[in-house]
Every structure is written in C-alpha cells, then in structure tokens.
C-alpha cells in the first residue's frame, strides 16, 4: 500500500458518484480544482442505476428522459474537466493527517489524500433487499430478478411480482401490454405508490394476490419454475407457474462506516449542515439525499444544487478570497472553445 508521502494530492474528492457527486465533479472543474470520485459500485449514476428504464420528468429544464439517459447526461457533463473516477472502491474511514489534509482509505485498502471532501453518498450503498429462500441465490443469475433493467427481456412471459412498493405497482403496469401474463403478490392489502398506478395495475393485471408472501421456490436446477407463497393471517397456501420472478421488497443500505468519521448526526443518521453545506467537520461538505436541512428538496434537482453549493463551500475552505460561486457558464473563458466545437454542429445545441 502507498505511503501518504507517495500520494498524489487532490483538492476535492467526493465520496459518491450518484447525481450529487456527479454534479460536484463537473462544478468543481469550473471552480479549477483537481478533482476525484470514488465510487462504490461498478458504475457511475447511483441509485438512479435502480431504475435505467422509468421515465424521469421532474428535473429542471431535462424533457423526460429514462434513467439511463440522464446517468448518460450526467456522466457526460461530470467528464468535462477531466475528473479521476475510482470505482469498486468503498470508503471506510476518514482521517485528518498532521498538515491539515485528509486521508480516505478504502475497503480494497487503497488510500486517497486530500485537502476537502464532498460526502454524496446518498441513504450509503443502495442494494436490493434479497429474497431469503433456500435457492434464491441460485436462480438469481437466471429469471430471478431484483430490479428491471430491461423490459424486453420478460415479452410474452408469464411473470410473478413480489412487492408492493411504487416500483413494484410500476413495474407491473410497464411489464403488463407486453408479459403473457403478471401476477401480483403482496403480504399487505395496501399498494404504495400513486392511486391511479395502483387501480391501473388492479384492472390490467391478470391476478393481484394481497396478504399473501413468498415461502418457496421450485425449479429444475437452472432456472425457478415456480413459488408457493402463503396467505399470512390463515396459512392458506398457493403454487404458482411462472417463467419470471421480479422481487421488489424495498431497499438496505450500508451507511456503517460514515458513523466513526465523527460527524455530527441528525435524524436518521443524516450528517448536518448548515446552509454553505458544510458538517462540523472542518473541510468535509456534503451533498444530496445523505444531508438533511430545512427546506431540503428530496430530488435529483436538489442534489444538484446541493453539489454546486458544496463545492462553492470547499473552493472558499481552500482560497477564502475566491469568489462565492463560479462565473456563469454562458459568459465563462473556460468554454470559448467548446462552444465553437458545438457551435459547428448547430442541431446539437439549438
Ligand atoms: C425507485 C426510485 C425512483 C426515483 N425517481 C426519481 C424521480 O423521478 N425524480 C427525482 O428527482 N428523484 C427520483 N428518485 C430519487 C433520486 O434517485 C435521488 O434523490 C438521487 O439519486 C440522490 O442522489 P445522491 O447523489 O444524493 O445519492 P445516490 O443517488 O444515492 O448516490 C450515492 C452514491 O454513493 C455511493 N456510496 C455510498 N457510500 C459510499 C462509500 N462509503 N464509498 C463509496 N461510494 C459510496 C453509492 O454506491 C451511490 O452510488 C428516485 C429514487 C428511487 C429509489
């Protein structure tokens, strides 16, 4: 493992590469900071990466665009200044050296040295609740799902839904006009999610089980074939034929590590910042949905902002005679050349 010494320094490392983290990298290129994000997953785009496919209408000036596209867009715009992206890597501890700086060091043991950083984390590493049923892990890599990365995949099959969550009730609906068939299975009577989705997806479905759950799996080997699930208050139980099993039983998420950073807690475990952004750890900003302050907008949009505003924070931790926030991009030097690239391909701006 490098030593400190051996490190190369960077002004900005964001801890997170979801649309907060993403934002604040592309920002603090405007601001001419050395940049970094270190991400957990395989992939940049955070909990957006949980659904590539839905349709996405409520960020500013975007017309609706899939999950996937906006990922597109905001990995796009994060790379115009040319940040370090460090994947596969999960931050465990925080330090503050001798000098002032800081030192990230990560679950594969690599460590990142730094003068501020930005926590994007969001609720800490998003994974889908997994099913715990003898098998399950078996016929995950075959037709036992956990999100829906692509409708086509279930065309013309018989499908059974495990859930009843907002994804679970969107999911039924976008998969019904193509699957041979979706069966619904919830162990609550209640559906989350909008009134008119719920009502969509009880007139379109071929079967809404509720106060029932998942006790079996059967298959031959490779693939489930189908489940029992029990009723829940009369023990009643049912099999049911299918070609695919989607489970959508919410979320866990590993925040863990944060906790021994010394960070001053909120509700939930929210780091907590005042206005600029910025927790009670000198030179440590945070962003997105991980914080909590009044008036805190619980969308894309407002981890956006958040982000612009914590790198404006950093920039000002590190040069207290910077400006409080970068020249507008429309009148920025910084973009004079690109502009005429763009301005050759007049459809692409326009
Ligand atoms: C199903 C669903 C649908 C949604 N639909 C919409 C919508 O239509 N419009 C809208 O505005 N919002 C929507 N949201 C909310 C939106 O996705 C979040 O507000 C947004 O993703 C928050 O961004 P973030 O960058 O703060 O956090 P996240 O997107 O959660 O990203 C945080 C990233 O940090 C990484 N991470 C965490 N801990 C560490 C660590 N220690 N080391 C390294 N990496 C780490 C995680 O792996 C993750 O990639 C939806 C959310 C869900 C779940």
């Known amino acids: 493992m490098a030593g400190k010494q051996d490190l190369e320094l960077y002004d900005v490392t964001i801890i997170g590469g979801g649309p ?18 270190i991400e957990y997953n395989p992939t940049l785009g955070g909990k957006i990466l949980l659904y590539p496919e839905k349709i996405i209408w409520d960020v ?22 040319e940040p370090t992206i460090v ?16 030192l990230l060091t990560s679950n594969t043991g690599e460590q990142h ?7 994007a984390m969001g609720h800490g590493i998003p994974k889908m609740r997994k099913l715990e049923i003898e098998g399950a892990d078996r016929y995950e890599v075959t037709n036992l799902h956990y999100t829906v990365q692509e409708l086509a995949i279930f065309r013309d099959k018989h499908i059974v839904i495990s859930g009843g969550g907002d994804s679970a009730v969107d999911w039924a609906n976008a998969l019904q006009p193509l699957a041979a068939s979706v069966t619904v299975v919830h162990r609550r009577e209640e559906f989350g999610g909008h ?10 479905c071929h079967e809404i089980l ?19 699930i029990k009723h829940v208050e009369t023990g009643e139980t049912r099999t049911l034929e299918l070609d695919a099993l989607i489970v959508n039983h919410g979320l866990t998420t590993d925040l863990s590590p944060m ?34 302050y009044d008036g805190k907008l619980r969308l894309i949009s407002g981890a956006l902002v958040d982000g612009g505003t914590a790198v404006n924070s950093a920039k000002r931790y590190l040069d ?16 004079k050349e690109k502009n005429k690239e763009l301005e050759q391909q007049p459809v692409a701006v326009k």
Not at 25 to 31: H, I, K, L, P
Not at 62 to 81: H, K, Y
Not at 87 to 102: F, P, V
Not at 320 to 335: I, R
């Open 20 to 37: 907060a983290g993403l934002y604040s990298a592309f920002y603090s290129g405007m601001r001419d900071m050395k940049t970094k994000i």
């Open 210 to 228: 509720t106060s029932y759950e998942l006790t079996g799996l059967h298959g031959s080997g490779a693939s489930v074939e189908g489940v029992t």
């Open 113 to 119: 040295h730094t003068r501020t950083v930005i926590l």
């Open 195 to 204: 009134e008119r989705n719920v009502l969509r997806m009880k007139e379109s």
């Open 60 to 81: 500013g000036g975007v017309p609706p665009i899939s999950g996937e596209g906006l990922i597109r867009n905001l990995t796009e715009q994060a790379m115009v200044f």
């Open 320 to 335: 207290p005679e910077a400006h409080s926030q970068a020249y507008v991009s429309s009148h920025n030097q910084k973009f």
């Open 259 to 292: 906790l021994a950073w010394g960070l001053e807690l909120g509700e939930y475990n929210m780091p907590i910042v005042d206005a600029a952004r910025q927790t009670n750890i000198p030179g440590v900003f945070a962003a997105g949905d991980l914080i909590q």
């Open 87 to 102: 994947l596969n890597q999960q931050i465990m501890n925080l330090d503050r050296l001798s000098d002032g700086t800081l």
